[in-house]
T-cell receptor
Framework: SAVISQKPSRDICQRGTSLTIQCQVD?????MFWYRQQPGQSLTLIAT?????????ESGFVIDKFPISRPNLTFSTLTVSNMSPEDSSIYLC??????????????FGSGTQLSVL | GENVEQHPSTLSVQEGDSAVIKCTYS??????FPWYKQELGKRPQLIID?????GEKKDQRIAVTLNKTAKHFSLHITETQPEDSAVYFC?????????????FGTGTKLQVIP
């Protein structure tokens, strides 16, 4: 299993500002995933962060709004830019377990609860 | 893309009774079906999973069944306990190595009444 440290755990931000969320994994992983969980909702994949290449974004999510960095195999950041109240959500980073199918058996960080005023 | 539907959205059972949560998927190529449990304020955690070459899998009080023909799978919890209270998410993916997107269901909030 992977141990994932995510910070901040929560933040309250003003409209129009940006917040960067950090995710640190205790082992090297090829792919890291960023999810959004709106209040009482399911988990929606924002993007997949690959080391050495640009992140792959899912439909409805764009790089200008959610820029991602992946400087090495154990770390990634997600920035929520130009925030509005609709961005209020829990953001989770995730990695796959070790093995041939690296996206299976997902392990999640503790999440960042973001409130935008 | 894959679409996963999950029912019911909420479920209340008496302690000791069984709970069943059902999911359907749309992509017949999906072959990996995990279930995650998310306690209030906590991160989702994998509790059981099943691959398409297996019809049923058990782990103590929890079991998962899969009907590939009908494209649905279910989570069964027997002898429920208060600590089973949580939100449960089913998911589907075409996991076969490398990257395959995991699609989550909408979640079921299970309440076990002591």
């Amino acid at each position: 299993s992977a141990v994932i440290s995510q910070k901040p755990s929560r933040d309250i931000c003003q409209r129009g500002t940006s917040l960067t969320i950090q995710c640190q994994v205790d082992s090297q992983v090829t792919m890291m995933f960023w999810y959004r969980q709106q209040p009482g909702q399911s988990l929606t994949l924002i993007a997949t962060a690959n080391q050495g290449s640009e992140a792959t974004y899912e439909s409805g999510f764009v790089i200008d709004k959610f820029p991602i960095s992946r400087p090495n195999l154990t770390f990634s950041t997600l920035t929520v830019s130009n925030m509005s109240p609709e961005d209020s959500s829990i953001y989770l980073c995730s990695v796959g377990g070790q093995g041939s199918a690296t996206n299976e058996k997902l392990f999640f960080g503790s999440g960042t609860q973001l409130s935008v005023l | 893309g894959e679409n996963v539907e999950q029912h019911p959205s909420t479920l209340s059972v008496q302690e000791g009774d069984s709970a069943v949560i059902k999911c359907t998927y749309s992509d017949s190529a999906s072959n990996y079906f995990p279930w995650y449990k998310q306690e209030l304020g906590k991160r989702p955690q994998l509790i059981i999973d099943i691959r398409s070459n297996v019809g049923e899998k058990k782990d103590q009080r929890i079991a998962v069944t899969l009907n590939k023909t009908a494209k649905h799978f279910s989570l069964h919890i027997t002898e429920t306990q208060p600590e089973d209270s949580a939100v449960y998410f089913c998911a589907a993916s075409k996991g076969s190595g490398g990257y395959q997107k995991v699609t989550f269901g909408t979640g079921t909030k299970l309440q076990v009444i002591p």
